[in-house]
């Protein structure tokens, strides 16, 4: 399995290219050709007026190894490509063009910091998540191996005796060597140009993030960027009026917890899994938004700037202004809460989907499509009127997505990544809830039906001898296959409507309710769904209520 990735974000702030300083910035008299690494000390002057442009993506896509041999390869005097910096004339802030990794880099071994020290935990508000913990450590023990900490380095010359040969000679390159500097000159649009020509060679941005720093000022990429790290990290937001930052970052973190919560932990271990996935992953990002979008009925041609659409975009549909005020952004990110809400916790309104049922394979690999289109699928039950008919074949609903559950991998291999296969997931799930709630229990016949229908056809096929292949050993994915399958087969039931119910939300209800003279003792308590115990059972019994009086 593919290590994390390291998140050196906090180690250059971000800032805005427009930005005036009080009593403005002098224009300088020449600008250095070299930085020294001690000049990335937070004790440094120099150190405080680096910055990276608002809309530079996170700082986060370098394994432990990567940056251990890009510190290795400093002190050993390898060629590492020039640092490209703007000089802004209205703050007098130096911004990192192209090189944040690098510079971060740097600073991390200098500041002992790789994402879980002191400039990051202030940064993210203590908000880090274990794999970003671990990646840190695998980083600081990779470059301890190499090279050895910047403290060990910086003494070695004081204290020869106390340090090894390759400790002293680290130490006088330490000394010597400089990163080599590059400048843009000019004024701001210029420097956000080059930064754009610039990072799309080597290692290009990939589209979401491209949409999101293009789209910065927009309340959509707002939104996300706050879901993602918990209303924590740099604050796109922080034009706004104080108030409206709180509110913010409050609903941000509550939606975090709702679908980041708890940490995923793989191999699987436990059926407690996260609604969301890991939240620290490289398409993280890319489900939060298409979220985003999709919950707020977005198409792509209402944020991207025009000469930036891909082909199939409509010139024709309303473009979405930048928010000003964070009013909008607000309003989308309680859309999500509301949907989020809906699906996981233990809030009244919640179905409380289980996780291994709708939103993981059989192998325990999170999909993203399957999770946007499982929210998708509550508020359509909930735009319909649904909800109880839902609730009334639910078991068999989610029994047969149990038995069936490689016809989401079906479609997902088949429309490709990403959130592409959204809509036929969608699909599958209303044709099923239709034919359940009509009568049909014959599962051959619905198999049948779904097969049929234009959008799933093609890629819904029976499982094969083939597909069922295994080698001597079990591999992980077979493992977590076997665990997912134990923990699904015990899971609790809801009293209910009998489906399975998650950990992180359970409601305990009144077999006998107190208006009959229910008590709260254990024995009168029994486990639900929170939208079991609430909508569900609260409309039956009004539907048994006036019944009587109508009799």
């Known amino acids: 399995m593919a290590k994390h990735l390291v998140n050196l974000d906090a180690l250059i702030k971000r800032e805005d290219f427009r930005i005036v300083a009080p009593g403005g910035a002098s224009g300088p008299s020449s600008l250095t050709n070299t930085m020294k690494v001690t000049e990335l000390s937070i004790e440094s002057l120099t150190y405080h007026v680096l910055r990276k442009p608002d809309f530079q993506r996170e700082t986060s896509n370098w394994t432990p190894e990567k940056v251990a ?158 879901f993602i790290r918990a209303g924590t990290g740099h604050k796109y937001w922080s034009e706004f009026d104080a108030p409206t930052q709180a509110k913010i970052e409050s609903i941000a973190e509550e939606v975090y917890a709702l679908i980041f919560k708890p940490d995923l932990e793989m191999p699987i271990r436990s059926a407690d899994l996260p609604a969301g996935g890991n939240g620290y992953s490289a398409d993280s990002l890319n489900m939060v938004f298409g979220l985003v979008n999709w919950v707020n009925g977005l198409k792509p041609e209402m944020w991207q700037r025009s000469e930036d659409r891909r082909s199939g975009g409509s010139a024709s549909s309303e473009m979405l202004p930048d928010d000003r005020d964070g009013s909008a952004t607000m309003q989308f990110m309680q859309s999500v809460w509301r949907a989020a809400s809906r699906i996981a916790g233990n809030g009244p309104a919640s179905l409380g989907f289980h996780p291994a049922v709708y939103f993981y394979g059989s192998t325990g690999r999170f999909q993203p499509s399957a999770f946007v289109a499982a929210v998708e699928f509550a508020l359509e039950l909930e735009r319909r009127r649904d909800l109880h008919k ?162």
Not at 100 to 118: C, E, I, P, Q, T
């Open 69 to 226: 041999e890009l510190v290795e390869s400093f002190l050993e005097g390898d060629l590492i490509p020039s640092i490209i910096l703007w000089r802004s004339p209205e703050s007098g802030n130096i911004f990192v063009i192209d090189g944040a990794h690098r510079l971060s880099a740097l600073a991390a071994w200098v500041n002992d910091d790789y994402g879980d020290k002191d400039i990051s935990v202030k940064f993210f508000a203590n908000n880090i998540p274990r794999e970003q913990r671990r990646a840190a450590e695998a980083a600081r023990q990779a470059v301890e191996e190499r090279v050895g900490t910047y403290i060990s380095l910086a003494s070695a010359l004081r204290h020869p005796e106390e340090s090894t040969e390759k400790q002293t000679r680290l130490a006088r390159n330490l000394s010597s060597f400089a990163v080599h500097l590059q400048w843009v000159v000019g004024e701001a649009g210029k420097a956000e140009d080059s930064f754009y020509r610039i990072n799309q060679h080597a290692t290009p941005i990939n589209q979401t993030e491209l949409d999101i720093i293009k789209a910065r000022r927009k309340p959509n990429a707002m939104a996300a960027r706050a």
């Open 390 to 551: 839902f609730t009334d074949v639910r078991s068999r609903f989610e029994d047969f997505l149990v038995k069936y559950n490689y016809f989401r991998n079906q479609l997902s291999k088949g429309y490709g990544g990403g959130l592409r296969p959204l809509q036929p997931i969608l699909q599958m799930y209303l044709t099923l809830f239709e034919e359940l709630s009509s009568g049909e229990s014959n599962e051959v016949a619905i198999v049948a039906k779904l097969r049929a229908h234009p959008r799933l056809m093609s890629h819904l096929k029976p499982q094969s001898t083939e597909d069922r292949k295994h080698g001597r050993n079990f591999s992980s994915e077979t493992k977590n296959t076997i665990y997912l399958r134990t923990y699904l087969s015990s899971a609790p039931s809801c009293a209910l409507c009998a489906a399975r119910v998650p950990k992180g939300s359970m409601s305990i209800d009144h077999k006998i309710r107190k208006e009959g003279g229910g008590t709260g003792a254990p024995e009168n308590g029994q486990v639900t769904h929170p939208y079991c115990n609430t909508g569900y059972k609260e409309g039956a019994h009004s539907r048994a209520s006036r019944k009587v009086k109508e009799g």
